[in-house]
């Protein structure tokens, strides 16, 4: 056995993954059954015409059309998670964040140099909460100037987009609490939080794809316009 090769942590295949979000539905539907709760997604559902609403009657239906209209998939469970959390479903965001945590896999490879020691592989989990007032920058490229910009524009958006960085309920909660009605300290925390998560893959054309991902597209623009300092 050659002792330079390193291993590597292959990403599983898209039908176990498949499998996975299938299953998540599942428990989804299973515990999606009252009607004034299915109502109050399929109002949400803006994009399902008013004629294909009519003939929704069942959890299993409202999901098909989400999915049919790009707004579910393997992928992306954002726009689900923010229904359920709309209607006080905490147990069902717990669920979907179950989901998210073990199946969206970043987008690179993760390679584990061999060595003799054990080598600690970075998990995601809960940081402690930066103090008030406290910008602590983490590695990777420096977006203050963005985050700034951000800070400002963003308002109540803040947490559409916290949902897309993938911060859990938990975060977004905690944030919330800490920085009451001050919505652009609670923006400037989400965005702080997001690159102590993404660390170095925290740049400035992931946060602008993030942002046309939300519609906020006015924003997006504005940013990509910024000269780097």
Known sequence: MGDSTDAVISQPSSEVRDAAFRKMLMKIVQKLKRNDEVEQIKFM?????????????????????????????????EFLKECVNEISRKDLVRIIEEYEQTWLLPNSVVQVTRAPAPVAVPVRSVPTMPSKGVIAQEQGPDLMDEFEFLRNNLGRDWRSLARRFRLSETDIDSITHNYVRDLKEQSMQALLLWKKYQGK????ENLVAMLRKCNLNFLADQLEDMQTS
């Open 45 to 77: 559902c803006f994009f399902i015409p008013r004629a294909r609403k009519e003939k929704i009657t069942s959890t299993v239906q409202l999901l098909e059309e989400i999915e049919y209209a790009d707004k579910l998939s393997v992928d992306d469970t």
């Open 201 to 204: 893959a925290a740049n400035k």
